[in-house]
């Protein structure tokens, strides 16, 4: 008989230390439903995923709470193969092919089939032939059942990459007794007409009576294929329901939806911000940087505005200031204060008078082996020739200077240390971001480009440094470019948002737009022009 | 002094130093007991730190630029010998006949004009050899090594086909080519170590060698100190650090390894002048190993290292190879065995000292 559900999901939570993730998260799904997850990044998604499939990292930590169920049965898996054994499969995001084997034997790894051999028979099945007839004969069933008309013989090196995904379904499908697919994110990569190619395949598939798992930010996606939405927030399913009962603006709320808490105070707008010329101009920016790939950018932001560039990860917010700053390749123009940056040469931003704040504070913004004060004063040594001492024939370092000024910093920006020769490496993730923050300033910039600058630090420290961020715009007259995952924290201190879907600036809204607007940006339901 | 604040002394000094520390004073009483002129070797020790202190020194702007230990310092060394070979040529053209009255400023004038052509030819072979690191980057440890040996064959065809005509360096018979050591007796043997140098007890103190080395060590630490200083050692430590502060890293490699390379050129003139011989051929082989194990030993990493490291580094491995060897052939005088145990003992070294790099380094 079939079971009811093929997966049941009943009161899963998981924490990472004292950090929850997951909370008492529940649902389940049919025989050849396609049961839609969606949420925005850091929702718990992935987390989800890991417990489903028995990865080592939720072991590692101390496993779960909650019970998962497969076809009625208590399934505990210890690794991803017991997973893939029990008949569930995954598609993933970045393809796990071999690009050097042909699509047959990227099909069938791992389930070769085989014929004995004389050898195989004194030394055991490892050296059985290959029965490569059987082989692409199974292969060529799967790319039949998902309608893909491919040459099972070819490599998949030359394969273009709508295809991979391809691939890699039939690969799933092949195996004898799946029951349950998962797919994460497969029409990230593809084009539209691939993805719609996709969606009919796993319509297909489920009619066939396999259950699907969809998980996808892609609003518009789900409600034209999943029989059942669940909306993931902060770790908790906020709400399941059927496409019919809803519509996709009420989708986007739901996952963005958090009361807006002002976390900075945030008044003192400039007056007359719209008329205020031009600081930074962007027109057709694109920058080649893996997984975060901008195409074609264009943004104007006016002087002592604090821009905020939003979006999910992977969707190129972050970039937009790389290749600003000349850290990635990047082709088009942008004028900074009316002076055309030269991304041919090397730290012509900085030299401009751009500060940026990276996003990897620990490979890219700090000297981690450093002390806090060398750290602090090293951008400004570099670009600027200040901290130095003359001594006629040369000019050293002046550690008198350096230090005063790192101990100003201390100060201003409340870094928690035992002193100003502390090692960075040493400092907890907030001090970290503040001594970046302190090493930018040092700079004196007229734009200061801040990415992701509260990621995994405390409330405190980003309290401290938003609020900071609105001192200078407001005291010193910066423009500033913030660049963010948290929408709270674009929303409470930026004059205007543009939203990046996909390479491209999918809107450009102001911080109290309402919460579905922001969400369809996101999700790319709504790929409008710049304004 | 708690026993706390005792640790974190000996953590600060390293383990391994205090052990190969132990090691040496070891060396020393063994001396001692079996009796040796204890005084006369610690002037040998001295004597050598001063010899190695400059090629030693070399490894710190590799290291802090970003290539790791430069074992193809071998390339500066052949140079440092082109410039010492050409210095010796000119006094025999008289060149420095001007000066004849007065032997000591002879020598005194040749081996600035061969520290000043050891410079110049170094240099150019370091900026060369930085743009090859460039294009291998991650393996620099393996190619340099490897590319200090290729120059080393190289050099040995060179040395029999290159125009030298004095008499004391090349072969008297064949009347062409060059002779394994060249002694530099009519040059700048020993000018340095004779400069200002004295006696305490029958300790012998190489005032001039050591100052020259101080005075080197003084200016590397300067230029760490500078701008351009501080720079390198950013692009060496964090090369993507570097690259967002509009840095030009490979720039910044070229100028350690070139620096490197040309404080190779300067060691080993100074090195000749203390030995009182140019060592041609295969010589300078294997000196990129032992200047590599020196500055690990005295508490570099492959990423990071001090003027200190080479100070300390130095005296702790030359001063056990310049003790270790005399306690050990007179412990046993049969045969070979100090070529053996040389062998032995400085290998032995490397392969602590590179087996420790990667958790050290402060």
């Not at chain 1, 008989?1 to 990472?16: D, G, R």
């Amino acid at each position: 008989m079939e079971p009811e559900y093929i997966l049941q999901m009943e009161h899963v939570s998981k924490s990472y230390g004292d950090n929850l993730v997951l909370k008492d998260v529940s649902f389940n799904v049919k025989p050849g439903e396609i049961f839609a997850l969606v949420g925005e990044n850091g929702a718990g998604k992935s987390t989800l995923m890991n417990i489903l499939f028995g990865m080592s990292v939720i072991h590692n930590t101390g496993g779960f709470e909650g019970d998962v169920k497969l076809c009625g049965e208590k399934a505990n898996f210890a690794s991803p193969n017991d997973a893939m054994k029990a008949g569930i499969g995954m598609v993933h995001q970045e393809f796990m092919l071999i690009p050097g084997f042909t699509v047959a034997e990227n099909i069938k790894i791992g389930r070769e089939d085989t014929t004995p051999t004389l050898a195989s028979r004194v030394f055991g099945k490892t050296l059985e032939k290959l029965d490569r007839e059987q082989m692409n004969k199974d292969a060529k069933k799967a790319l039949d059942t998902i309608g893909m008309n491919i040459d099972e013989h070819v490599k998949v090196a030359g394969l273009p990459v709508g295809y991979m995904q391809f691939v890699e379904i039939a690969r799933e499908i092949d195996k004898a007794d799946i029951k349950l697919l998962v797919f994460d994110e497969p029409t990230a990569v593809l084009t539209e007409t691939e993805a719609a190619r996709l969606l009919k395949v796993m319509q297909t598939l489920a009619a066939k009576g396999i259950a699907i798992v969809f998980i996808t930010h892609r609003l518009g996606e789900v409600m034209d294929v999943a029989q059942r939405i669940a909306v993931l927030r902060d770790g908790e399913v906020v709400s399941t329901m059927k496409p019919e009962d809803t519509d996709i603006v009420k989708v986007a709320q739901l996952m963005v939806g958090r009361k807006i808490e002002k976390m900075v105070d945030d008044s003192q707008v400039p007056e007359n911000l719209d008329t205020a010329p031009v600081a930074v101009h962007i027109n057709k920016l694109y920058v080649d940087m893996p997984g975060e790939v901008v195409k074609g950018v264009s943004l104007d932001i006016r002087e002592g505005e604090i821009f905020g560039i939003g979006g999910l990860a992977g969707q190129g917010k972050i970039g937009i200031p790389n290749g600003i700053m000349g850290l990635f390749p990047a082709v088009g123009d942008v004028e900074i204060f009316g002076q055309k940056i030269a991304f041919s040469k090397l730290g012509d931003a900085l030299h401009k008078g751009v500060a940026f704040v990276s996003e990897d504070r620990r490979g890219v913004g700090l000297l981690l082996d450093e002390s806090i004060e060398d750290n602090i004063a090293f951008n400004a040594v570099a670009v600027k020739k200040e901290y130095l001492t003359n001594f006629g024939l040369t000019k050293l370092l002046s550690r008198k200077k350096i230090r005063e000024h790192a101990l100003n910093m201390i100060k201003l920006l409340d870094i928690r240390c035992t002193g100003p020769a502390q090692r960075v490496g040493s400092l907890s993730g907030g001090n970290q971001q503040k001594v970046c923050l302190a090493s930018a300033l040092t700079l004196h910039p007229r734009l200061l480009i801040v990415s992701e600058p509260t990621r995994g630090i405390d409330i405190g420290a980003k309290k401290l440094i938003m609020e900071h961020l609105v001192k200078l715009r407001c005291e010193e007259g910066v423009t500033i470019i913030m660049v963010s995952s948290e929408l709270v924290e674009l929303r409470s201190i930026c004059d205007r948002i543009a939203i990046v879907s996909d390479g491209a600036v999918a809107e450009i809204l102001l911080p109290d737009a309402p919460d579905a607007d922001f969400g369809l940006a996101m999700s790319g339901a709504r790929a409008k022009g710049v304004r | 002094m708690g026993a706390t604040s005792i640790k974190k002394t000996i953590k600060n000094f390293g383990l391994p130093r205090i052990i190969i520390f132990s090691f040496f004073v070891l060396l020393m009483i063994t001396a001692g007991i079996i009796n040796m002129d204890v005084q006369s070797l610690m002037g040998d020790v001295i004597r050598r730190w001063g010899m190695y202190g400059i090629l030693v020194l070399a490894m710190v702007p590799g290291i802090q630029s970003g290539i790791g230990p430069n074992f193809g310092v071998t390339i500066g060394i052949v140079g440092g010998l082109l410039g010492a070979l050409i210095s010796v040529e000119l006094r025999s053209n008289d060149f420095f006949a001007a000066y004849a009255s007065n032997p000591t400023l002879v020598a005194m004038m040749s081996i600035l004009v061969a520290l000043v052509l050891a410079v110049i030819i170094s240099s150019v072979f370091g900026i060369l050899y930085g743009m090859l690191l460039n294009r291998v980057k991650g393996s620099e440890m393996t190619v340099s090594t490897y590319v200090g040996f290729s120059v080393v064959a190289l050099m040995n065809i060179m040395w029999l086909i290159l125009p030298f005509r004095s008499q004391t360096s090349i072969w008297p018979i064949a009347q062409e080519g060059l002779r394994n050591t060249i002694s530099l007796e009519a040059d700048f043997s020993n000018v340095f170590n004779n400069l200002l140098g004295f006696y305490i007890g029958r300790t012998y103190i190489p005032t001039g060698l050591l100052l020259m080395f101080f005075l080197l060590c003084v200016l590397v630490w300067l230029f760490t100190k500078s701008r351009i200083g501080a720079m390198m050692a950013a692009a060496g430590t964090n090369p993507i650090y570097a690259k967002a502060s509009g840095i030009n890293v490979n720039r910044m490699r070229i100028l350690g390894t070139t620096i490197s390379t040309a404080l190779g050129g300067v060691g080993i003139v100074m090195y000749a002048q203390s030995f009182g011989f140019l060592q041609l051929y295969n010589a300078p082989q294997m000196m990129g190993f032992s200047c590599v194990a020196s500055i690990l030993i005295g508490g570099a990493s492959i990423r990071k290292a001090r003027i200190f490291n080479v100070l300390l580094g130095t005296f702790l491995f030359h001063g056990i190879m310049a003790v270790a060897l005399p306690v050990a052939n007179n412990l046993i005088p049969e045969g070979n065995l100090s070529e053996i145990l040389r062998i032995i003992i400085s290998n032995g070294i490397i392969l602590y000292a590179l087996s420790k790099s990667k958790e050290e380094g402060k």
